[in-house]
């Protein structure tokens, strides 16, 4: 937004319709939507609103602001500047979005009763929409009518939608179809495409057909990204090959520049999941080794399997340490985790440990009922005062029941005898 500033104040500087649509995105995510609507209103010609008004609907897209995007919608189609597929590819992706799945037809509908051509994303909206009313007969007249517009080229995504709505609806055979024509429309350009097909594979518990396209994908020219080893490894877990994610796993280390914890945290997932903390525990001593670095999610992974097979010193270290990273990232810990916890400092009478763990969860506003009665026996065990619980569970906005009242009043009694 600086340089665009700094060119705009340059004498021998014309902005163009395209340079309009630029700064519009650029208001929308430098500054608001409020200030890009008030630019919108200023641009001078209509070449340059027509430009503009795409990232402008984009933005109430992404807010999903039903009410915006269809009061701009009107005003485009008033000044006669709806023109293309994209504007109304944009409503109906809104309208997937808010759940309006019948809206997405009388888009369609608008737009060919007005002539405007639908392209492979339009049909791939429609065909979402009828998959999202269980509509198999709607879902395959609009493949046919894609596949026989002269204007779409069907690509692997539409067969992908296809395939995926057949496996939801129990048509294995079909859905099996879909992939292997989608097979053949991939391309040694693009390798996003063979993580979205193995993925539709895995879905139908298909391993033979997730290791033909991770073999295919690494003929695809370029380096094979850390987010397409943990797509495959995903998927093997799915269909239930450990051993060939451990595999795939160790192929990754060979080449890998970047120790990513990403990929290490799909096989910790496994081995956690399946009982195997010492694999776990080994797994996470390497990657240290290897010099990774763990993320919240890697403290997530190995507090669940200590709480599982009761290590509790260990689990409370991984949430201390869980909840050092909180300032990097919005992770928050499950609430049948955090109980799990306070349970533990209920059973060993750990009134400071309790204390401190409360402070970082009101912090974070995950303090409950429950957790709150967990808090209150932990003092009474200990026959320790705690004068501000009532206090504290006002500001979170909590509100006791019979148990909770009954524990308070014993407090007080605790409370009273401490006085001199």
């Known amino acids: 937004m600086q340089i665009f500033t700094w060119m705009e104040s340059l004498s021998t500087f014309n902005i163009s319709a395209t340079d309009h649509a630029t700064k519009l995105e650029l208001i929308t995510k430098v500054q608001t939507v409020a200030e890009a609507e008030m630019y919108f209103e200023k641009i001078p010609d209509s070449a340059s609103r027509k430009a503009a008004c ?81 509509d198999v007969a709607l879902v395959e007249m609009v493949y046919k009518e894609m596949v026989t517009d002269k204007n779409v080229e069907v690509g692997w995504s539409s067969y992908c939608t296809l395939a995926n709505f057949y496996t939801t609806s129990g048509f294995y055979d079909k859905a099996l179809t879909a992939l292997r024509m989608a097979e053949q429309k991939l391309s040694m350009k693009n390798r996003l495409a063979y993580s979205f097909i193995m993925t539709n594979y895995s879905a139908l518990n298909n391993r033979d057909g997730v290791l033909r396209l991770w073999e295919s994908s690494k003929r695809v020219p370029g380096r094979i990204t850390c987010v397409n080893y943990i797509c495959v490894m995903l998927c093997l877990l799915k269909v239930g090959d450990i051993e060939e994610v451990e595999k795939i796993f160790r192929s990754w280390e060979r080449e890998c520049r970047k120790y990513d914890i990403r990929v290490s945290n799909v096989l910790l997932g496994a081995y956690v999941r399946n009982g ?66 306070m349970s533990y400092f209920e059973e060993q009478g750990s009134v400071e440990d309790a204390k401190e763990y409360v402070k970082v969860l009101r912090r974070l506003h995950l303090m409950t009922l429950p957790l709150y009665k967990s808090f209150l026996r932990v003092h009474i065990q200990a026959g320790r005062a705690a004068p501000d619980i009532a206090k504290m569970m006002e500001r979170d906005k909590i509100e006791m029941d019979e148990e909770s009242t009954a524990l308070m009043e014993f407090m007080c009694k605790i409370n009273s005898a401490e006085v001199p």
């Open 54 to 134: 795409f990232p402008l609907l984009h933005s109430y897209v992404k807010e999903r602001d039903l009410e915006k995007a269809e009061t701009f919608m009107a005003k485009l189609q008033s000044l006669g500047l709806l023109v293309n597929p994209h504007l109304f590819n944009e409503m109906m992706k809104l309208y997937m979005a808010t759940g309006h799945f019948e809206k997405v037809f009388s888009v369609i509908q608008h737009m060919k009763r007005n002539k405007f051509p639908l392209n492979v994303l339009s049909y791939n909206l429609w065909m979402n929409a009828c998959a999202k009313l269980s």
């Open 276 to 341: 195997r903390m010492d694999k776990a525990e080994a797994l996470h001593h390497h990657t240290l080794e290897r010099g990774g670095v763990p993320n919240y999610k890697t403290w997530e992974i190995l507090m669940e399997g200590w709480l599982k097979t009761k290590q509790m010193d260990k689990a409370v270290e991984a949430m201390k340490k869980g909840f050092c990273l909180l300032k990097f990232c919005v992770w928050r810990p499950a609430a049948e985790t955090v109980m799990a916890i």
